[in-house]
């Protein structure tokens, strides 16, 4: 369940309603959102162009390139992410701008009385709230951050009119209960039956941007592209991308660009961005320069996605050390964590060679915390477990004896991300520079934001 607060009383109110839904167990399909946004007017048919982004990890970093290069070209951009990282109104932004309290509490009532007796999911009122601003908001353009697969998402009641293009980021293990629940005619093999998922996004006549996958994936997505009529660009074929210390080199059928790096740390951003400059130029609905697209590059952030503290309530407090917030919850976002922090400069200078850091972790209760742990262990120093406030977790107990097993020899729990960080911070030598990663939720990511006072904007 993806709660939420509201420090607005009227928003609160329609929160509280969203909370208290309960979607039977095993229902898939695209039956309750598409009646829902029929009482709703079906304002998903009167949007501007969507692009329509799914992927395991990297989807929302697309998303954040995706807006950044569109609003360097001076449009407007609608927005619709998930989770919220501290604040509901972040997933929905409207021509540029987070949702106002008044708006969103009037919004979400009209969506909730709607659907009332349709019992929808927390995440089917949000994208039919979404869909409905958007389509009473003027602006150029929209980004859709896919949920959770693609298939059955509440997101696919989009309909093949209404997409610029779509796009599938990296692919992982995640979210096994819904996404490798046994079905008659899907692939067996894990990886490929996400991709199987994810690539259900595709439309007829809309672009269907991927990155480069292995053999059974790869299939996956060329069948959903042939069945759906999309036309396929799939990095290594249609386009291709490389990165060097200096910049992010992209080619496809329009010529080549010699473009920026992104300031967001982790070589995976790059790619993220290169797909985004696809999704790009892989439609003509759209115009989008290329000076654009090289400063959106440059000017995208997106919170909790290997963000350093350097500011805010947290940044003042001398703790000693520099501390990396990273959401990521699956091992790809656990390797992405370790490459890049064993490739910043900072530490490599600082720390002698065999470095560790201290890792901060608190991670949901069905994540994979022990696989985690096992990727980021090689370059964990301390290793403090933490809950996770509000959410069902793994125990802080079950967290120390993870990193134990996986070899990590100084391990610590704390009743909160303060606590942790103080616990770390005791007993230092007066010269010693300690960096620390905070990981393993965008729950946990978005209590942290929220204690430093640096609310996503």
């Known amino acids: 369940m993806d709660f939420a607060t509201s420090e607005n009383a009227a928003v609160q109110a329609q929160l509280n309603r969203l909370g208290a839904l309960t979607v039977p167990d095993g229902r898939l399909g695209l039956g309750t959102i598409r009646a829902l946004l029929d009482r709703l007017g079906n304002p998903h048919r009167n949007l501007p162009p969507v692009f329509h982004v799914a992927g395991t990890n990297g989807k929302g970093s697309t998303c954040a390139f995706l807006r950044a290069m569109l609003e360097a070209d001076g449009k407007r951009v609608h927005v619709t992410t998930s989770p919220h990282l501290v604040r509901y109104n972040e997933r929905i932004r409207l021509a540029g701008k987070l949702i106002e309290d008044d708006a969103l509490a009037a919004l979400l009532k009209e969506v909730l009385d709607a659907g009332d007796d349709l019992s929808p999911s927390f995440f089917e009122v949000t994208i039919g709230a979404a869909f409905l601003a958007f389509s009473r908001t003027p602006a150029d353009v929209c980004v859709v951050e896919v949920g959770l697969g693609g298939r059955f998402d509440a997101t696919n009641a989009l309909q093949s009119g209404a997409i610029a293009a779509c796009g599938i980021a990296a692919l992982g293990i995640d979210h096994e209960r819904f996404l490798l629940a ?29 990155l480069s996958y292995t053999d059974g994936p790869t299939l996956e997505i060329e ?49 993220n961005a290169a797909l985004a400059a696809a999704m790009l130029r892989h439609q003509d609905i759209v115009t989008v320069s290329p000076d654009a697209i090289a400063k959106g590059i440059r000017s995208a952030h997106w919170p909790a996605r290997l963000q350093r503290f350097s500011n805010g309530k947290l940044g003042e407090i001398d703790f000693g050390f520099d501390f990396w917030l990273d959401g990521g919850h699956n091992l790809q976002a656990a390797r992405a964590v370790r490459l890049t922090i064993e490739s910043d400069p900072d530490v490599i200078r600082q720390l002698p060679k065999g470095f560790g850091v201290n890792v901060i972790l608190g991670m949901l209760a069905n994540k ?37 097993s996986a070899g990590i020899e100084t391990v610590h729990s704390a009743d909160d991300v303060l606590g942790a960080l103080n616990l770390l911070n005791t007993g230092r030598p007066g010269d010693a520079w300690k960096p620390t990663a905070i990981i393993g939720s965008l729950y946990l990511a978005g209590e942290v934001l929220r204690l430093n006072g640096t609310l996503p904007d």
Do not use: C
């Open 368 to 404: 994979d915390a022990e696989g985690f742990i096992a990727e980021i262990a090689p370059i964990a120093r301390q290793f403090v477990a933490v809950p996770v406030p509000g959410h069902d977790h793994h125990s802080t107990v079950s967290l120390e004896r993870m990193a134990r």
């Open 223 to 271: 069948r959903a592209a042939a069945k759906h009529g999309a036309p396929l660009a799939m990095r290594g074929r249609e386009w291709s991308a490389t990165v060097s210390e200096t910049a992010l080199h992209y080619t496809d059928r329009h010529g080549e660009l010699a473009l920026p790096l992104p300031i967001m740390l982790g070589v995976h951003q790059a790619e």
């Open 182 to 210: 046994p079905e008659d005619g899907a692939p067996g093999d894990p990886l490929s039956r996400i991709a199987f998922e994810k690539s259900g996004i595709a439309k007829n006549g809309s672009s269907l941007v991927t």
